[in-house]
Nanobody, 124 residues
Framework: QLQLVESGGDLVQPGGSLRLSCTGS???????IGWFRQAPGKEREGVSC????????YYADSVKGRFTISRDHAKGTVYLQMNSLKPEDTAVYYC??????????????????WGQGTQVTVSS
């Protein structure tokens, strides 16, 4: 059973940057990886996804142009580079893995495995 661990969350000022990492108990190369976030009192939101098949990437409108998802095939790890952070980006960020994603990357029910989350706080 694949296990995922997120890291890189921190307290950062508005306009700052963070890079989140999603590491697996095995290489993540065979998986489509999604990043989700959940802020207190809000529903979980799909933030980004990178396809296992062709490396296609997808972003929520709220992060497009600021966040970049990438995969290091040698390390079998997936990253989420977050720039120009805003207070509304504050949330627990989760990565999730799917062998075969049949539907929208935003649908968390389509993923097989989830990490425990990492806290991102954007505040001055």
């Amino acid at each position: 059973q694949l296990q995922l661990v997120e890291s890189g969350g921190d307290l950062v000022q508005p306009g700052g940057s963070l890079r989140l990492s999603c590491t697996g108990s095995a290489t993540l190369n065979p998986y489509t990886i999604g990043w989700f976030r959940q802020a207190p009192g809000k529903e979980r939101e799909g933030v980004s996804c990178i396809s296992r098949r062709d490396g296609s990437t997808y972003y929520a409108d709220s992060v497009k142009g600021r966040f970049t998802i990438s995969r290091d095939h040698a390390k079998g790890t997936v990253y989420l580079q977050m720039n120009s952070l805003k207070p509304e980006d504050t949330a627990v960020y989760y990565c999730a893995a799917a062998r075969l994603l049949r539907g929208s990357y935003r649908d968390g029910n389509l993923y097989d495995t989830w990490g425990q989350g990492t806290q991102v706080t954007v505040s001055s």
